[in-house]
């Protein structure tokens, strides 16, 4: 079993940055694919960006370029580096995880991940 527990969030003006952390309580993360999503008031939850234990990255069009994110599996800790925020970058952010293989074309979905956090708010104005 998996807990997660996002930490980072806040309020920022446009253009600003923003790192938000996933801890996880398992050693073996290693072996999930984590991911970031975000859902905004009346909106669907879409995925942001995912990473398999292998590194491989996958972003959401719209956070191209602008959003990495990372892993430290010393520290079980997913991190989403955030630049150059916008205002439609507000949102509640989940991190998930995945356990075993998840196709590169499913790593944005929801469907895979069966472990969540209770969320963290971004808030871009």
């Known amino acids: 079993h998996v807990q997660l527990v996002e930490s980072g969030g806040g309020l920022v003006q446009p253009g600003e940055s923003l790192r938000l952390s996933c801890a996880a309580s398992t050693l073996h993360n290693r072996g999930y694919c984590m991911g970031w999503f975000r859902q905004a008031p009346g909106k669907e939850r879409e995925g942001v960006a995912a990473?398999?234990?292998?590194?491989?990255?996958s972003y959401a069009d719209s956070v191209k370029g602008r959003f990495t994110i990372s892993k430290d599996n010393a520290k079980n800790t997913l991190y989403l580096q955030m630049n150059s925020l916008k205002p439609e970058d507000t949102a509640m952010y989940y991190c998930a995880a995945a356990a075993g293989y998840v196709p590169i074309s499913l790593m944005l979905a929801s469907v895979p991940f069966g472990y969540w956090g209770q969320g963290t708010q971004v808030t871009v104005s």
């Open positions: 990473i398999d234990s292998h590194g491989t990255t």
